[in-house]
T-cell receptor, first 114, second 114 residues
């Protein structure tokens, strides 16, 4: 597609359940990022993938959060045993490598944990 | 450590008047600076960036920003605001010496009245 695609757009889940969020980056972009946007908190970096290198997981808030990127393209962010504080909009972005390259964002997945 | 500050949660201007959205940053090395805009229920859209070169950067929709190294600022400006400019604006920085992801400010809501 022409842009970064995320699915689902909305996800409502019960506390304690696991959820998977998907990101399909722009074709040819080697760098992929996950961010979390909470109300009034701006954007918080979660994890970064660059090509075949080991991902930068320094932003993951707990070991309940994990992500993978298969074949250097699609990425899945998994949250295990969801908590109410996990409720947020999860944004994915991709770019040509990193540095000063522009990151292009998807529309996000709004996660609500009841 | 890298950081970005947007000191105003909200900026209100009348249509046709000039607007400024403030941003200051802190990095160890040289900054890569970005402005993004977010409309309701949408992802972030890139407006402009500063990597090197001229301190005045021109971007999309008539916006521009001035890089001021001595004041560590990168304020977003537009000579004549439109009602359609009303949105949430984010400043972001990446340190060319450290880190892989963008560090975002908490955002400034711009409201343009007719």
């Amino acid at each position: 597609g022409a842009g970064v695609s995320q699915s689902p757009s909305n996800k409502v889940t019960e506390k304690g359940k696991d959820v998977e969020l998907r990101c399909d980056p722009i074709s040819g972009h080697t760098a992929l990022y996950w961010y979390r946007q909470s109300l009034g908190q701006g954007l918080e970096f979660l994890i970064y993938f660059q090509g075949n290198s080991a991902p930068d997981k320094s932003g993951l808030p707990s070991d309940r959060f994990s992500a993978e990127r298969t074949g250097g393209s699609v990425s899945t962010l998994t949250i295990q045993r969801t908590q109410q504080e996990d409720s947020a909009v999860y944004l994915c972005a991709s770019s040509y490598r990193t540095g000063g390259n522009i990151q292009y964002f998807g529309a996000g997945t709004r996660l609500s944990v009841l | 450590a890298q950081s970005v500050a947007q000191p105003e949660d909200q900026v209100n201007v009348a249509e046709g008047n000039p607007l400024t959205v403030k941003c200051t940053y802190s990095v160890s090395g040289n900054p890569y600076l970005f402005w993004y805009v977010q409309y309701p229920n949408r992802g972030l859209q890139f407006l402009l960036k500063y990597i090197t070169g001229d301190n005045l950067v021109k971007g999309s929709y008539g916006f521009e920003a001035e890089f001021n190294k001595s004041q560590t600022s990168f304020h977003l400006k537009k000579p004549s605001a439109l009602v359609s400019d009303s949105a949430l604006y984010f400043c972001a920085v990446r340190d060319d010496q450290a880190g892989t992801a963008l560090i975002f400010g908490k955002g400034t809501t711009l409201s343009v009245s007719s």
